[in-house]
């Protein structure tokens, strides 16, 4: 799911549908995106609601949201709309390096004490990987630990909600904003820059390619936070930015899958401006100067 920040354009405009979304669609819809991803749609989202909407609708040449609307009931047709669905509710903006203390607590902290304990192979679980900025972070600070500790190897699972992302993540290409924050010893390293007219973003300035060393260890996979089972085995577990678009009895079901996902003493990592307090989970937080992350309860 993915489900980091996304700034959909307007095309309101562009497409004459009539009457806005109504109380009572935005309500059916906000109910029927509860029940397939957790997430929820407040009422001061109605207006972002019906323009994200209003993307779908216009590639299928619907005239309302009522023709939407039943379409994504039937259960035999709806099959396939449904990743275009979520791909459209979802949001996946991000970027390269962000959040970097999240990193050097691992590099710092966490992976030194893997290594005390004799731990040989690391699983990181990147969810909510949007476009694929995270685990390729992750993968390169661990392609940089490694070269220092070659007995250790390592495997990052990258899900997603939505497909579309998910298709952009494995393509690997990345343009100007989202690569300004690379250092140049990381471009040269881990990245092929290519002309922007021989890649999917041909509208950029500058692109670069992921190289193949960052994609070996790296697997990419659809997953739903909600419904999906849980990859288990787990060492340390990113899920920043994706709490916040729960409400507080979810937060607390997928924590505590989470806690389940992670081998005993794994780590959680959740984004600086969420929160755990007040829900009852089976992670225990640990603080260290760069900041905070929290553990797997004793069993």
């Excluded at 670069?208 to 085995?233: A, S």
Aim: charged letters at 25%; proline letters at 3%.
């Amino acid at each position: 799911m993915t489900l980091k920040e996304n700034k959909f354009s307007n095309i309101e405009s562009s497409l004459n549908l009539g009457p806005s979304l109504s109380d009572s669609m935005f309500a059916a819809f906000s109910d029927f995106i509860y029940k397939h991803t957790g997430i929820v749609m407040r009422d001061n989202k109605k207006t972002l609601l019906s323009n994200r909407l209003r993307k779908r609708l216009k590639i299928l040449k619907f005239n309302s949201y009522e023709q939407y609307w039943t379409l994504l009931q039937d259960t035999v047709k709806n099959k396939d709309e449904m990743y275009h669905f979520l791909d459209v509710v979802s949001t996946n903006e991000t970027y390269f390096q962000r959040g970097t203390s999240h990193y050097e607590i691992t590099k710092r902290h966490l992976l030194p004490s893997f290594i005390k304990d004799h731990k040989q192979h690391v699983n990181i679980w990147s969810a909510g990987s949007s476009t694929g900025e995270e685990p390729y972070d992750i993968a390169i600070f661990m392609n940089e630990f490694i070269e220092k500790n070659p007995f250790v190897q390592f495997s990052i699972l990258a899900t997603d909600l939505s497909q579309e992302v998910l298709e952009v993540a494995k393509k690997g290409e990345y343009a100007d904003r989202k690569i300004s924050k690379l250092s140049i010893e990381q471009r040269n390293k881990y990245f092929d820059k290519i002309n922007p007219e021989n890649s999917s973003l041909s509208f950029a300035r500058e692109v670069l390619r992921v190289k193949p060393v960052l994609k070996k260890n790296l697997r990419f996979h659809h997953h739903n936070l909600i419904k999906d089972p849980y990859h288990t085995g787990m060492d340390i577990i990113f899920c920043r930015n994706v709490m916040i678009y729960f409400d507080r009895e979810t937060q607390k079901n997928i924590v505590n899958k989470f806690a389940r996902a992670l081998n005993n003493n794994g780590y959680l990592f959740i984004g600086h401006s969420e929160t755990l307090q007040l829900v009852e989970v089976n992670v225990n937080p640990v603080r260290f100067p760069e900041g905070t992350v929290y553990q797997k309860k004793n069993e």
